[in-house]
């Protein structure tokens, strides 16, 4: 994905409602430039037939060595042009001027195209209803500001909600901060999770601080490789263990008091839940 942070460029899915309620997934192209040309470009082309059709015609110059312009045709769009040369391709502005905007070399543009291609064939498509309720993550890059992300977001979708998250790794552990914003605000909810070498979450807190009330609550996760059972683990104020779900219905969580009787020597076999801490 490096080349795409070279442009700036981004893909999401947006989730668009129309006047009589539905709501449908939008696949959108996103350039943070002031100018996005490159997303419009992109959103134009949401169909495989049509990118495969840009990057056949960029493999058959570099095949020739040369732009023949009776066989590779530009692309006129309401509002931009993009024109081959015998290596690359050049965005223009649709005015009185014609205003060059960026030039690309044919091999960076071709990737940014199969990677635009992979994503408008990933679920949720295009078009696809979804609940209207929905909202988006968008996942921080290395070194890019929250303040920038937050401002460009609400530039871009409104009022829709969504979920900033910042990513690190922990050695084998993946560890992500969620924070919330409705209409563009701070919720100021928050979720730390972490994730194993597998990709299972196993340690997840909540932290809400909304209107000057504070509220925490920290879960980890236990998966019983047996039976492939995920149980839920909770902790009181001062980070001891508290309560583990039970598979029993009819006594739905065994209590600190009970654990040794229930499950004896579980805490002492799997040390890391003894307490709240996310990293032992």
């Known amino acids: 994905m490096e080349i795409l942070e070279k442009y700036k460029l981004t893909f999401v899915n947006r989730p668009f409602s129309y006047p009589d309620g539905k709501t449908v997934n939008l696949k959108m192209a996103l350039h943070l430039v002031e100018k996005d040309f490159l997303g419009y470009f992109m959103g134009r082309f949401k169909d495989s037939a049509s990118i495969d059709e840009i990057i056949s015609q960029i493999d058959f110059i570099i095949s020739e060595g040369f732009y023949d ?3 590779c045709e530009e692309i006129y769009l309401d ?17 009185t001027d014609r205003r060059f905007l960026q030039e690309i070399p044919f091999s960076d543009m071709k990737e940014m195209l199969l990677l635009w291609k992979n994503f408008v064939q990933t679920s ?21 500001s929250e303040e920038v992300a937050v401002s460009f ?15 690190e790794h922990i050695g084998e552990y993946r ?13 100021e909810f928050y979720i730390t999770s972490l994730y194993d070498q597998n990709g299972v979450m196993i340690y997840e807190k909540e932290e809400n601080y909304f209107k000057g009330t504070s509220e925490v609550v920290i879960r980890k996760y236990y998966l019983d490789e047996k ?29 600190a008091n009970e654990i040794e009787t229930i499950l004896p020597g579980f805490l002492a076999k799997n040390p890391y839940y003894k307490n709240s801490d996310m990293i032992s």
């Open 153 to 167: 977001l609400v530039k871009i979708f409104g009022e829709i909600d969504f979920t900033l998250v910042k990513t």
């Open 227 to 255: 039976t492939n059972y995920q149980s839920e683990l909770l902790y009181n104020a001062e980070g001891q263990f508290s309560a583990m779900e039970n598979r029993n219905a009819d006594s739905p969580y065994i209590y």
């Open 175 to 187: 560890k992500e901060f969620s924070t919330a914003y409705s209409k563009g605000k701070n919720d």
């Open 69 to 71: 312009p009776e066989y």
């Open 79 to 95: 509002f931009l042009t993009m024109k081959y040369t015998d290596t690359s391709v050049v965005f223009e502005d649709i005015d």
């Open 124 to 144: 949720p498509f295009d078009g696809a209803a979804v609940d209207k309720y929905s909202e988006f993550l968008y996942y921080l890059k290395d070194g890019e």
